[in-house]
């Protein structure tokens, strides 16, 4: 059973056209996160909800929000995606400090034309 | 400076042969140290995680190695399969540190 959702799998928008991606958890894990992965590169951590505090990493553009509105679901908005956006999404969730193990969904692969 | 250095980048190797993937880590204080496989256009699936104290842990074929003296990683696929192919991520965790420092990977290619 999957455990951490994302949604959609792909999205195409256009340039500066506002895009919202959708990450949902079935392990009532307090902590999630969200990673921009691009080519043959590790993950970048952009930000993460500690129960419903917002951390936010300091090089994170301003481009880039996030809701999280109960435990369940968290939201990434791009609010003006630009060609440098394109990239893999990660979304994860892990119980408590980072020690314990972090879940990852699957992904979604951003295009940007 | 990155915290986190594998390789080699990247592996070519034949179905049935064994390979071994490097990760040396500067991070500090050590809390423990994860080896993820991804699959292309997937998220990261954990293998293994190890504490300082661990020395080697297995899963299936494959199996992590731990000097946290030296701040050295590797992990060894034992026959290789055409499944294996992927990028393995090596990621130390600091202590008290609630985000993980990834490595960039290996990509590793097993050809039949």
């Known amino acids: 059973d999957a455990m951490v959702i994302q949604n959609p799998r792909y999205q195409v928008t256009q340039f500066g056209k506002p895009v919202t991606l959708s990450c949902s958890q079935t392990?009532?894990?307090?902590?999630m996160y969200w990673y921009q992965q691009k080519s043959s590169q590790a993950p970048k951590l952009l930000f993460h909800?500690?129960?419903?505090?917002?951390?936010n990493e300091a090089d994170t553009p301003d481009n880039f929000q996030s809701r999280r509105p109960n435990t369940s679901f968290c939201f990434l908005d791009i609010r003006s995606p630009g060609l440098g956006d394109a990239a893999m999404y990660l979304c994860a969730t892990t119980l408590g400090l980072a020690e314990n193990e972090q879940f990852f969904g699957p992904g979604t692969r951003l295009t940007v034309l | 400076k990155n915290q986190v250095e594998q390789s080699p980048q990247s592996l070519i190797i034949l179905e049935g042969k064994n390979c071994t993937l490097q990760?040396?880590?500067?991070?500090?204080?050590?809390?423990?140290l994860r080896w993820y496989k991804q699959d292309t256009g997937r998220g990261p699936v954990s293998l293994t995680i190890m504490t300082f104290s661990e020395n080697t842990k297995s899963n299936g074929r494959y199996t992590a190695t731990l000097d946290a003296d030296t701040k050295q990683s590797s992990l060894h696929i034992t026959a290789s399969q055409l499944s294996d192919s992927a990028s393995y991520i090596c990621v130390p965790l600091k202590g008290g540190y609630n985000k993980l420092i990834f490595g960039a990977g290996t990509r590793l290619a097993v050809h039949p």
């Open positions: 990760c040396n880590y500067t991070v500090s204080p050590f809390s423990n």
């Open positions: 909800y500690y129960d419903k505090d917002f951390n």
């Open positions: 392990l009532n894990h307090n902590v």
